[in-house]
């Protein structure tokens, strides 16, 4: 599939398109190392509120406890800085079958879209720490910016509405991941862009995948609240942002 195919849902999706300050700033040399460190960390995050959301509604604690450990070397080596980056990639496995909670509500559909996003956003974890090491970039802790934080406080206070929402939070989280990785592309290096090519289908579909979780565990369409954080998050994208990270406003 061409790129631009890929691409024309995000574009439609999205309600504004990133603006041209931010991939001036994004592309400065001495702006690399925030780009790849909070990629880093996005990577992380999105892989953590996945497994959030399946431990939270949908399997029981066994399996709760397997995705805890699972995550738990990704989560020594970026918090406590313990362990061998290399050795990542030979623990990026589940190590047994996700068994839905007794009488769950949220099928088996949300439990087998969100593991397979863990998976994959750990193996592009990883894949940007090879990238930092190539580049002699070292991890440091950085503050997160203003982007979920802006959207997740506007999220229902009861269920399942709870959960609709913060799955319209990752599509639109996913979406915009998705945008700038194709619009940085063409302006960095040979190596880092396509790396950055190579993400789109990924990321294309787990925007995808959130999107139709929320419609299918909604009781009502979601069309409205899909609207509305489109409406939030264009705008925490195109006005001024004095912290500049992967996902921040115009640089100011």
């Known amino acids: 599939m061409p790129y631009s195919d890929l691409l024309a849902p995000i574009h439609s999706f999205l309600e504004c398109e990133t603006p041209d300050e931010w991939i001036a700033a994004a592309t400065k040399k001495e702006n ?14 999105a892989a953590q509120s996945a497994m959030f959301l399946i431990r939270k509604y949908a399997v029981d604690k066994e399996s709760s406890d397997a995705l805890l450990e699972w995550l738990k070397p990704f989560e020594t080596l970026v918090y406590k800085r313990e362990g061998d980056w290399r050795e990542l990639a030979d623990k990026n496995k589940l190590t047994k079958s996700m068994i839905p ?9 949300l439990i087998d879209k969100m593991v397979m996003l863990i998976k ?12 930092m090491d190539e580049y002699g970039i ?35 989280i996913e979406a915009r991941s998705c945008e700038r990785f194709a619009k940085l ?14 993400l789109l289908r990924s990321e294309a579909r787990h925007y995808q995948d959130y999107l139709t979780l929320a419609q299918e565990i909604s009781e009502f369409d979601i069309t409205e609240r899909v609207e509305f954080f489109g409406q939030l998050e264009a705008e925490l994208i195109s006005t001024p942002d004095e912290d ?8 100011a």
Do not use: W
Not at 123 to 130: A, D, G, K, S
Not at 141 to 167: F, Q
Not at 185 to 198: E, M, N, Q, T
């Open 120 to 131: 994959e956003e750990l193996h592009h974890f990883y894949q940007v720490l090879e990238i």
């Open 32 to 45: 690399l190392d925030v780009v790849l460190i909070d990629h880093l960390i996005c990577e992380l995050k």
């Open 138 to 172: 070292e991890y440091k802790s950085i503050t997160p910016c203003r982007y979920a934080k802006g959207m997740l406080r506007h999220v229902k206070t009861y269920e399942p509405d709870a959960l609709v929402d913060k799955l319209i939070i990752g599509a639109y």
């Open 244 to 251: 500049f990270k992967f996902h921040s406003g115009v640089p």
């Open 101 to 109: 909670k007794p009488n769950s509500p949220y099928g088996q559909d």
């Open 185 to 198: 592309a063409p302006h960095v290096d040979k190596r880092l862009g396509d790396f950055y090519i190579s």
